[in-house]
């Protein structure tokens, strides 16, 4: 019977009393999940006989209220309606058995929406199909329920906007120590060092030009986020299929650099127009203040290809910047989980799994800063200059020149990249969608390699 009335009760979008059935005075408890209904009411005669047992305080079908109960506005089941302490005539079904039968199914599906509601709370029974992954937690007892399948369309969407609210809100956030690391790149006479950088701004523009450039900035980089963070875990899935289960683990720290070199590829498109305009905001004073200024007035000046003529060389700075935040992360993970933590991370808690995360991002920003600076020096010095070739710029700034302001860049991305990941993994745990556990061995490769008896 519930096979027959499963679309209707998932289309039943309403909250209803569960209503068992008493049909021509055959009456029995039926058995479900969460133990036996209620006993079902008294029987009748013919079509009478169909009235349902209700919960406690409401009335029955036929409109006569349980004792004690006060009166309550009806509630329409079919052609009846359920009345709570009401007394008055039993009303008849429209069209006597066309009627009848209405009713009868509307009831049949509520009790198969209450069943199949019921069933949906035990995981690994053949009608659990809420749409969200179960998998046992700490201690084995536990069931923790995800919000979503691993690898599917809302999986990738929430990832998406956990790299928006990363990325950009990190990036705002540390918009003057930004300015100041560009002012070092492109003058290094002037701005000699990170607190000589902080003292010279500070006398000139006050502490609002502290904050000059944070609009493209917060855009920019949240486009930035959403395709670097949300195209990651979409290349991982899709490089990972392709490779099998146990070359995707012989070969993770590649699979790591292919997925994280191949979402930097599109999300520098995204960042490059923001880029530029937050650049000559914040190396031209006098230029321009404000996101509003400085887009026409570069547009004017060199049309749609100003806003793109930085992609190249920040192409040069993020692709091996990404590479780096991401493999060695995921490899930092997997080493503190296995030589640091005192415990599988399956037995740790959220806030100690967290902290973990903030750990292996702080690492991986270090190194991520001391790859990409010198690219980062040639944009800089790029985006400022009209008419100069990424070349002539590496070739003009020297050895010792492309790494003026590393200090301030280490502390920077070092910061930066680990509240990315922290922010992140913890979009991650608000949502409710999977994550993963460090790689391990498969089976089948153990076997072959002569691992397991």
Known sequence: MFASVAHLARANLFHA??????????????????????????????????????????????????????????????????????????????????????????????????????????????????GAATSRAAGGGEIEQYSCDYGSGRFFILCGLGGIISCGRTHTALVPLDLVKCRMQVDPQKYRGIFNGFSVTLKEDGFRGLAKGWAPTFIGY???????????????????????????????????????????????????????AKVQIQTQPGYANTLREVVPKMYKEEGLMAFYKGVAPLWMRQIPYTMMKFACFERTVEALYKFVVPKPRSECSKPEQLIVT????????????????????VVSVLNKEKGSSASQVLQRLGFKGVWKGLFARIIMIGTLTALQWFIYDSMKVYFRLPRPPPPEMPESLKKKLGLTQ
């Open 17 to 130: 009393p569960h209503l068992p059935l008493v049909h021509d005075g055959l009456a029995g408890p039926r058995s479900g999940p969460s133990g036996p209904d209620p006993p079902l009411a008294q029987p009748g005669r013919g079509h009478r006989a169909l009235r349902p047992a209700l919960p406690s305080g409401l009335g029955d079908a036929e409109g006569r209220g349980s004792p004690g109960t006060s009166a309550a506005p009806a509630r329409a089941v079919g052609s009846f309606a359920l009345r709570k302490g009401v007394e008055g005539p039993r009303p008849e079904p429209r069209g006597d058995l066309h009627g009848l039968a209405a009713v009868r199914t509307a009831r049949r599906a509520l009790q198969a929406r209450d069943w199949l509601t019921r069933m949906r709370e035990i995981p690994g029974s053949p009608e659990c199909r809420c």
């Open 222 to 276: 949240s486009m930035q986020g959403l395709c670097k963070f949300g195209f990651y875990e979409v290349f991982k899935v899709l490089y990972s299929n392709m490779l099998g289960e146990e070359n995707a683990y012989l070969w993770r720290t590649s699979l790591y650099l292919a997925a994280s070199a191949s979402a930097e590829f599109f999300a520098d498109i995204a960042l490059a127009p923001m880029e530029t």
């Open 358 to 377: 903030f750990v292996a991002g702080s690492i991986a920003g270090v190194f991520c800063a001391i790859v990409s600076h010198p690219a980062d020096s």
